[in-house]
């Protein structure tokens, strides 16, 4: 099985899945059906049962059946997401594996010498002896989350081919758009089948979140007035400077570039603008939820600040929530399946890695529709980014820890 995990995902990151921010579909691209079908082919040859392809919304299903020794009380599930970071190309991805990497900077690209440096991603050096799969630089590689897509079709498979393991009903899930917050928009949980899951979407092995920013999206408008700059004075309003004075405005250090752990923020995501309009997109992001309240009331008080300054409809801010901390669904009744994951972890000799998800994933939202699910790591580093890579002991290791949750 373990040849198979990085074969499979070899072949998977080839395929360009990005999503697009602000499309008006579902899917937001019709090439993420391209690896939807060829999963779909892969589990029917593989004899998984139940498999199903949502042609219309890019979802695909499937479960492996319980054996005859196995627990059939409840059934568990595996989900990963099909499509990558609009963040950046994943287009023509060419992924290299770099066989008993020395601990030192990784040359992807001469031409345009793109180097993955120790100096800047000091965690290289946990891998000095195993096997990395990187790209040429120009692109990212799609760990985030065709690892997972890998390790949970690798994991069905040995289970197919080894019947004489006793194990349940165990559910499976592919889902597309989710780096775009749409990930579980149209999923069909009663047909997913599972009573609980976990999502195969973290980093680094050993990696295990049930907590998660609470999420929201905010759009500000600026509505300026033009006037000849010669005769501007009390007339013009320059929206483009009234957007960046909104932008000082905010608390300056609670940026995604200067938090960690716990530590929410506002992250400025793009801008665009001239005198008579400007535009600005925020993500605001925290744990606490009472925090998290407080942050959208404030970034909606800056607005009415300025509206009283420039005059009412200046500024228009609306915001819109995401997601929210999946802990609240977990915590009260569902912590064993974090104590099941622990244990396993352990008795394959990995260390557990508790720590809160800064960001989101399919299981938050999952866990909110009733369907409980923590996260699970891939063995995947700097994703969104060219300087992506996985380790490919890792990856294989965490086969063996989907099985072994299979089998619990």
Known sequence: MFETVIDRFLRYVKLDTQSQEGSATSPSTEKQKVLGRLLYDELLVMGAEDVFFDEENCYVYASVPATDG????????????MDTSPDVSGKDVKPALI?????????????????????????????????LIVTDGTTLLGADDKAGVAEIMA????????????????????TPDEEIGAGVDHFDIPR??????????????GELEYENFNAAAAEVVVNGVSVHPGSAKDKMKNACRIAME??????QAEVPECTQGYEGFYHLTDMQGDIEKAKLNYLI??????????RKARILAVGDV??????????QVSVQDSYFNMREKIEPDHMFLVDNAIRAMRELGIEPVIQPARGGTDGAALSFMGLPCPNLGTGGHNFHSRFEYCCKESMEKIVELLVKLSCN
């Open 285 to 294: 992001r925290e744990h606490d939820r009472h925090i998290f309240e407080h």
């Open 99 to 131: 066989e008993n990497y020395n601990g030192e900077d990784l040359l992807l690209n001469a031409e345009q010498n793109i180097v993955l440096q120790v100096a800047e991603f000091p965690e290289l050096c946990d891998y000095i002896g195993k096997t």
């Open 192 to 205: 997913f089948g599972a009573d609980y899951a976990y999502t195969v979407d973290g980093g680094v092995i």
């Open 70 to 81: 196995g627990k059939q009380n409840s059934v568990l599930g595996f989900l990963a997401h």
């Open 246 to 251: 909104f932008q000082s405005m905010l608390p």
């Open 306 to 315: 300025l509206n009283r300054k420039y005059g009412d409809g200046t500024v």
């Open 155 to 174: 994991m069905a498979a040995y289970l197919l081919a080894h019947p004489e393991i006793e194990h349940g009903k165990i559910a499976i899930a592919f």
